[in-house]
């Protein structure tokens, strides 16, 4: 199977830790990265290749995954984090997918 | 400064074509590959497909082969998506995206504004 399973939602109090989940046969076999989306804007990457941040994206953001599950951790939410995540993988075609998505809230 | 440019908003009825576009700078155009990601009104994140601009290989997610058309003019570094029959469930924001790549896979660092398409009778 080609798909990425997400929860539909998250919520979390401000300063405290979440973690958002990524499953899928394919993550046994690539790395996921993860994108967070406002409303209104382009999605943004925050971890590729599992657990790497690109530049400018702050250390609260981490990534780890085994076996057929991917997380993002957030350290120490803030308000500013609250937005859609969306984890994706490439498949065996040389196709990529994204998971269902996690609207995150923060309290 | 890489930068994906997507041409703007368009309003369509019902059977008609379109064609919108995604021009990148900053980069060597031909050697990444350029993918587009559709979102629905509402809804998530839905993988297309992706062509590489320098020979043109295009692969097209199952849900969307046979629906759009993934086209490339590395000559001007612009990657195309285009409809032949619009329907109104194709009103959605269109994304492209750059490929880079790393051990275990891609990912999508880069990414155009976003094409809005409107279909509506």
């Known amino acids: 199977s080609s798909e990425l399973t997400q929860d539909p939602a998250v919520s979390v109090a401000l300063g405290q830790t979440l973690r958002v989940t990524c499953q899928g046969d394919?993550?046994?076999?690539?790395?996921a990265s993860w994108y967070q989306q406002k409303p209104g804007q382009a999605p943004l990457l925050v971890i590729y290749?599992?657990?790497k941040r690109p530049s400018g994206i702050p250390a609260r953001f981490s990534g780890s995954g085994s076996g057929n599950t991917a997380s993002l951790t957030i350290t120490g939410a803030q308000a500013e984090d609250e937005a859609d995540y969306y984890c994706?993988?490439?498949?065996?075609?040389?196709?990529?997918?994204f998971g269902t998505g996690t609207k995150v809230t923060v309290l | 400064e890489v930068h994906l440019v997507q041409s703007g908003a368009e309003v369509r009825k019902p059977g008609e074509s379109l064609k919108i576009s995604c021009t990148g700078s900053?980069?060597?155009?031909?050697?990444?590959?350029i993918g587009w990601v559709r979102q629905l009104p509402g809804k998530g994140l839905e993988w297309m497909g992706i062509?590489?601009?320098?020979?043109?290989?295009?692969r097209y997610s199952p849900s969307f082969q046979g629906q759009v058309s993934i086209s490339v003019d590395k000559s001007i570094s612009t990657a195309y998506l285009q409809w032949s029959s619009l329907k109104a469930s194709d009103t959605a924001m269109f994304y492209c995206?750059?490929?880079?790549?790393?051990?275990?896979?891609?990912?999508?660092?880069?990414w155009g504004q976003g094409t809005l398409v409107i279909v509506s009778s």
């Open positions: 995206v750059r490929r880079d790549y790393g051990s275990g896979g891609g990912y999508f660092e880069f």
């Open positions: 062509i590489y601009p320098d020979d043109s290989e295009t």
């Open positions: 994706n993988s490439r498949v065996s075609s040389g196709n990529y997918v």
């Open positions: 394919t993550l046994r076999s690539f790395y």
């Open positions: 900053g980069y060597n155009f031909p050697t990444y590959w």
């Open positions: 290749a599992k657990d």
